[in-house]
């Protein structure tokens, strides 16, 4: 049974960071790809960053990139995003997901098969 649960979310003052966790379980940890979305209310979804977790160059969003980091503890099958520069409109439900096929790791949704609840992000 797959199981991803994020963490770290929280409000944060412009210019500050936050980083999230999302601790997965029921799969494993070689050759697929975990992605992090967000979607605020009213907008469509946004792919922020995957990674492959079998190793390699993780891809990132055009509005992240270069304030984003998402990386992964396999041992302790958690993936973060660290998050730093957040501006306003950083502000979303930000998701985990899971795509089983390891040679996509796309930052659309379409493939991600498995999702986490949410948590939220509030940057003023």
């Known amino acids: 049974h797959v199981q991803l649960v994020e963490s770290g979310g929280g409000s944060v003052q412009a210019g500050g960071s936050l980083k999230l966790a999302c601790a997965g379980s029921?799969?494993?940890?070689?050759?697929?790809?975990i992605g992090w979305f967000r979607q605020a209310p009213g907008e469509a979804r946004e792919g922020v960053a995957s990674?492959?977790?079998?190793?390699?160059?993780?891809r990132y969003g055009d509005s992240v990139k270069g304030r984003f980091t998402i990386s992964q503890d396999n041992a302790k099958f958690t993936w973060y995003l660290q998050m730093n520069s957040l501006t306003p409109d950083d502000t979303a439900m930000y998701y985990c997901?899971?795509?089983?096929?390891?040679?996509?790791?796309?930052?659309?949704?379409?493939?991600?098969?498995?999702w986490g609840q949410g948590t939220q992000v509030t940057v003023s």
């Open positions: 997901a899971l795509d089983l096929n390891g040679g996509r790791c796309a930052l659309t949704g379409t493939w991600y098969t498995n």
């Open positions: 990674i492959y977790t079998g190793g390699g160059a993780p």
């Open positions: 029921g799969f494993p940890t070689k050759d697929n790809c």
